[in-house]
């Protein structure tokens, strides 16, 4: 469904991503690990859009989308959810996530301005779909709070709401449990195999091991921007050059 | 509901002040005073739909604004042109001149773009200044027309002046609260707060910044061509950063990014200033350190200071509700 080949991003001197072969399973839970500074951020980004890859294409539905803007791709079906969230705080969780359905409707300036019925329509349209996603992410509760009254937890949760707003066929899912105590990682594991259900494709970065494991039917493992192994959770538990990545690289939980 | 219908009541009692305002303050002074407050307010809103929901600080503005001005005023009394074509023109002509201009200034950020603009302003401000053959120079441009009668209706009066501006001030009202108010201010917002997060949702930031541009370019337009058609007579010194300053400083202090927020920051400050005249340039030791605290203690000024205070009372008696019920449940449980 997504497949890169020769993914390469350069920093300046430094190397991020180099020279990465990947294919993502449709339909599973596809997990990249590796310490930190392995670049698994950066190749989200290179996917997404967000930085443009030094070498290497991107091939999304037998399309390749290399060098297309993030936007672009995001029309194409491909969410994500960032390492930080960005929502804005002094609005309702509600707010927040309508617009994220706005790249499915087509109303103007024009629209906006003479109230036209193409423009009710699609507002009703944004505020369903902010609403089924918010029930989905279990969030329906809070949905009129403040986004700085909600607890990190939430917080991350809206994230994940907006990007299905999207209306995605795969998901990035970058990190969603950072900064989520160990009871709540649960609750998380579990929203992310509901998704997952739903017949999204999940690609996911996560340091915590056992969630991992639990989770992905496919992992990819990340070492200096190179990619060391990759393959069922089983072998990847395995793998001695994993080990010794993960021992003698900085271990980071 | 409540804040609905009050919210309502509201509106409906400063549009009926508005209408009797000539009748009770029958004073050509004071019609003077408000009418070029409508016309800045519409400015202000301009820059609010900008620099307050595309979160983009531009420092044009007043070279703008300056532009419709110009525009209006070169039309008529160079090239005698009617009043009215004129001034359909001048904010259309403005908004041409803001696109080219924006598609340079939207490849810079932040302070850069601050910067840039602040540079443009500046540039525009010298052309009108220099341009003599064109502009009038330092002597500027005198001699613009009253708007010609519609039907029976005509403006030589001052109390007919303040309705016209009132009736456009209304117009522009509607006008941004129904683009702020619908999936076009959402998209704004949405820039403003990450342009990162904006694009992995499938929005043109690039699109949508030059909309709010160009847009708030329109409305400095519209405001400078009103103001030259009002007063009559134009020079460079509209075109200085002054004006960009007293525009930024009446949206700070009404509050950035809140739909009340230029008209409560200019009316005030208009009417502040007009009673502290005496003080003459003085009247900038008072504003600059209450400007300063009002930055510091509530950065999206009085209307924002008033939305949180409206919301937090809200969520507080939702809680003593909840809290209640939760009680009552326990009790008759108990
Ligand atoms: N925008 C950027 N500019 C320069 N260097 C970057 C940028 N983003 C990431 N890097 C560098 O790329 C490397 C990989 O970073 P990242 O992808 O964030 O790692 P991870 O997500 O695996 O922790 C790091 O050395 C980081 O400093
Ligand atoms: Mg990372």
Same mark, same amino acid.
């Given at each position: ?128 779909? #902010? ?29 994940? #709401? ?32 509901? +998704? ?14 056992? +969630? ?13 921007? @190179? ?12 793998? @001695? @050059? ?12 | ?22 009748? $009770? ?56 042109? *009617? ?14 001149? *803001? ?37 009038? %120079? ?37 006008? $941004? ?83 009340? %927020? ?73």
């Amino acid at each position: 469904m997504l497949e890169v080949k020769g993914l390469t991003k350069r920093f300046g001197g430094n190397v991020a991503v180099k020279s990465v072969d990947y294919s993502v399973q449709q339909g599973k839970i596809n997990a990249i690990i590796g310490p930190n500074g392995a670049g698994k951020s950066t190749f989200f980004n290179l996917i997404t859009g967000v930085h443009e890859p030094t070498e290497g294409t991107i091939i999304y539905k037998n399309e390749e989308i290399t060098r297309q803007p993030a936007n672009v791709i995001a029309k194409l079906g491909v969410a994500r959810t960032f390492q930080s969230t960005h929502l804005f705080e002094m609005s309702t969780v509600k707010d927040n996530v309508i617009v994220g359905h706005r790249l499915r409707t087509k109303s103007n300036l024009f629209d906006s301005i003479f109230r036209t019925r193409r423009l009710k329509e699609e507002e009703q349209q944004c505020i369903a779909k #902010a609403e089924e996603s918010l029930d989905f992410v279990g969030l329906s509760h809070v949905s009129d709070q403040l986004v700085t009254n909600i607890s990190q937890e939430e917080k991350k949760r809206v994230a994940f #709401a907006l990007a299905l707003a999207t209306d995605p066929e795969i998901v990035f899912l970058d990190e969603p449990t950072a900064g989520v105590n160990p009871d709540e990682t649960d609750e998380m594991a579990k929203l992310i195999q509901k +998704m997952a259900d739903k017949g999204l494709t999940i690609c996911l970065i996560e340091h915590k091991m056992p +969630m991992i494991m639990q989770l992905a039917h496919h992992i990819m493992v990340l070492n200096y921007g @190179e990619k060391i192994a990759e393959g069922t959770p089983a072998e990847i538990q395995k793998n @001695e @050059e994993v080990i010794k990545a993960y021992l003698g690289g900085t271990v980071s939980a | 509901m409540n804040v609905l219908t009050n919210k309502k009541v509201i509106i409906s009692l400063l549009i009926v002040l508005g209408i009797v305002f000539p009748f $009770i303050i029958p004073n050509l002074y004071y019609l003077h005073i408000m009418t070029l407050a409508f016309i800045w307010t519409i400015a202000v809103y301009g820059l609010n739909l900008l620099a307050g929901y595309t979160g983009y600080l531009s420092l044009a503005h007043g070279g703008f604004f300056a532009i419709g001005a110009y525009v209006i005023g070169i039309l008529t009394v160079k090239l005698e042109m *009617g009043f009215w074509l004129s001034f359909l023109l001048a904010p259309l002509v403005t908004m041409f001149i *803001g696109l080219i201009i924006g598609l340079f200034a939207l490849r810079t950020k932040e302070h850069f773009f601050a910067i840039y603009t602040l540079c443009v302003g500046y540039i525009i401000y010298l052309v009108i200044d220099k341009w003599e053959g064109l502009t009038g %120079g330092v002597r500027g441009l005198i001699g613009i027309p009253l708007p010609e009668a519609i039907g029976p209706i005509t403006f030589q009066s001052p109390t007919a002046q303040y309705y016209l501006a009132f009736f456009i001030f209304l117009l522009v009202v509607a006008v $941004i609260y129904r683009i702020v108010h619908s999936l076009t201010g959402r998209t704004f917002i949405a820039i403003r707060n990450s342009e990162d997060l904006a694009l992995s949702l499938g929005i043109s930031t690039k699109r949508n910044k030059l909309l709010a541009f160009v847009l708030s370019t329109f409305f400095a337009g519209l405001a400078g061509a009103m103001y030259a058609g009002f007063i009559r007579f134009i020079g460079p010194e509209i075109a200085y950063t002054t004006i960009t300053f007293d525009l930024l400083t009446y949206m700070i202090v009404g509050g950035i990014g809140t739909f009340a %927020g230029p008209i409560v920051g200019t009316f005030l400050i208009v009417i502040i200033s007009q009673n502290l005249q005496f003080l003459q340039d003085y009247r900038m030791l008072i504003f600059g350190p209450l400007l300063t605290l009002l930055i510091i203690f509530s950065p999206r000024g009085i209307v924002g200071f008033i939305q949180m205070q409206l919301y937090q009372r809200k969520r507080k008696k939702q809680e003593s509700l909840a809290y209640k019920n939760r009680e009552e449940e326990t009790n008759a449980g108990g």
